[in-house]
């Protein structure tokens, strides 16, 4: 079964600065897809940023941005410019070629002014 | 608004009660997910839906839990004989088969407290 693991429960930024949180994932499949989704504390999930597994080009969402190590099973997302606003829960997501999603425990983002 | 829905946004029960939640999808998506998400952990999968057919369901849908989509549009979860571990935040997500890799759009969630 796949797991995913995000071994950073909180993480703390000042504004205007860089943060990246990790994400490592176990599959022993070939195709599938990574996310990162947002959850601030109204707790709607929003989708932040998506790389699909057989592109090595890493993803590029605006200040959002994913460091991709296929073999490595790794998924980290790099905030820059970090602002008030990106304080939130971030879950980094694998979803296998079949469509059920599998997340890991999140990240708690808190931003400093 | 295009976006998930879910209907209610909160439902409080007492333990033993049964209680049903809506989900409405994207209205082009043909697929639907159920999600379970307790208090500071990741959403767990339930089970999901291509158009009508169920074509997973897991573990963790016991079977005091069944969901339907009985046209292939909205879907409904109803949980009988409530128990105090199923309070959670019960979240719906709908996507394309195919395009954009499938991405889930999430709704804003049934937040389910059983006393």
């Known amino acids: 079964a796949q797991t995913v693991t995000q071994s950073q429960p909180e993480m703390s930024v000042q504004e205007a600065e860089t943060v990246t949180l990790s994400c490592t994932y176990d599959t022993s499949e070939s195709d599938y897809y990574l996310f990162w989704y947002k959850q601030p504390p109204s707790r709607q999930m929003i989708l932040v940023i998506r790389?699909?597994?057989?592109?090595?080009q890493n993803a590029t969402e605006n200040r959002f941005s994913v460091n991709f190590q296929k073999a490595a099973k790794s998924f980290s997302l790099k905030i820059s410019d970090s602002q008030l606003g990106d304080a939130a829960m971030y879950f980094c997501a694998y979803r296998s070629a079949r469509g059920d999603m599998r997340f890991g425990a999140g990240t708690r983002l808190t931003v400093k002014p | 608004d295009t976006g998930v829905s879910q209907n209610p946004r909160h439902k409080i029960t007492k333990r033993g009660q049964n209680v049903t939640f809506r989900c409405d999808p994207i209205?082009?998506?043909?697929?639907l997910y159920w999600y379970r998400q307790t208090l500071g952990q990741g959403p767990e999968f339930l089970t999901y839906f291509q158009n009508e057919a169920q074509l997973e369901k897991s573990r963790l849908l016991s079977d005091r839990f069944s969901a339907e989509r009985p046209k292939g549009s909205f879907s409904t979860l109803e949980i009988q004989r409530t128990e105090q571990g199923d309070s959670a935040m019960y979240l719906c997500a709908s996507s394309l088969v195919a395009g954009a890799g499938g991405t889930q759009y999430f709704g804003p969630g049934t937040r389910l407290t059983v006393l």
């Open positions: 790389q699909e597994a057989y592109k090595q």
């Open positions: 209205s082009e998506h043909n697929r």
